[in-house]
T-cell receptor, first 110, second 117 residues
Framework: KQEVTQIPAALSVPEGENLVLNCSFT??????LQWFRQDPGKGLTSLLL?????REQTSGRLNASLDKSSGRSTLYIAASQPGDSATYLC?????????FGKGTRLHILP | DAGVIQSPRHEVTEMGQEVTLRCKPI?????LFWYRQTMMRGLELLIY????????DSGMPEDRFSAKMPNASFSTLKIQPSEPRDSAVYFC???????????????FGSGTRLTVV
């Protein structure tokens, strides 16, 4: 059974700090990895999609990496802001389903 | 593109009533998925359509749940009769699907928050 794991489940960081969210997966043949953000009571917003031929993707203050050999992905957030507070979900999108981790609840302390 | 559009945003209904949730996928996407999210179970795949055809409905919890996709731009998820344990947020997502070059990721709608009292 393919799984996606995110540790820690929750994280609090002072505003302005850089931080890294971790994701691990068991599928050694992973095609792609996608990071989502979910605000309380809201939907899922796609942040970054890393395709198998890529090692990382960047969008603004966000940088996501994919290391297939170690089964890991990281989401780096630079200069964190209170508005970054949300749950961040790592997921493996397949053709017939998307396998989600349980997410990391991030709280940026003002 | 306006993204994946779901309606209604919120639905409160009494136990035993029929509930219909609606979804309009992104134009050109050939795969559509219905997910349910609860605190206890997280995100669960209910059913998956490819080119309007249901491919995998093994996640549909009971016969009370049914889903249709009459055309490429519209899908419904129906619960009849509804029960309090069906209360959850229901998400629709669409994707370009597998093209041989890899999956292009998923786009989710804003969800329908269903409360059955």
């Amino acid at each position: 059974k393919q799984e996606v794991t995110q540790i820690p489940a929750a994280l609090s960081v002072p505003e302005g700090e850089n931080l890294v969210l971790n994701c691990s997966f068991t599928d050694s043949a992973i095609y792609n990895l996608q990071w989502f953000r979910q605000d309380p009571g809201k939907g899922l917003t796609s942040l970054l999609l890393i395709q198998s031929s890529q090692r990382e993707q960047t969008s603004g203050r966000l940088n996501a990496s994919l290391d297939k050999s170690s089964g890991r992905s990281t989401l780096y957030i630079a200069a964190s802001q209170p508005g970054d507070s949300a749950t961040y979900l790592c997921a493996e999108p397949r053709d017939d389903k998307i396998i989600f981790g349980k997410g990391t609840r991030l709280h940026i302390l003002p | 593109d306006a993204g994946v559009i779901q309606s209604p945003r919120h639905e409160v209904t009494e136990m035993g009533q029929e509930v219909t949730l609606r979804c309009k996928p992104i134009s050109g996407h050939n795969s559509l998925f219905w997910y349910r999210q609860t605190m206890m179970r997280g995100l669960e795949l209910l059913i998956y359509f490819n080119n309007n055809v249901p491919i995998d409905d093994s996640g549909m919890p009971e016969d009370r749940f049914s889903a249709k996709m009459p055309n490429a731009s519209f899908s419904t998820l129906k619960i009849q009769p509804s029960e309090p344990r069906d209360s959850a947020v229901y998400f629709c997502a669409s994707s370009l699907g597998f093209t041989g070059g890899g999956n292009y990721g998923y786009t989710f709608g804003s969800g329908t928050r269903l409360t059955v009292v």
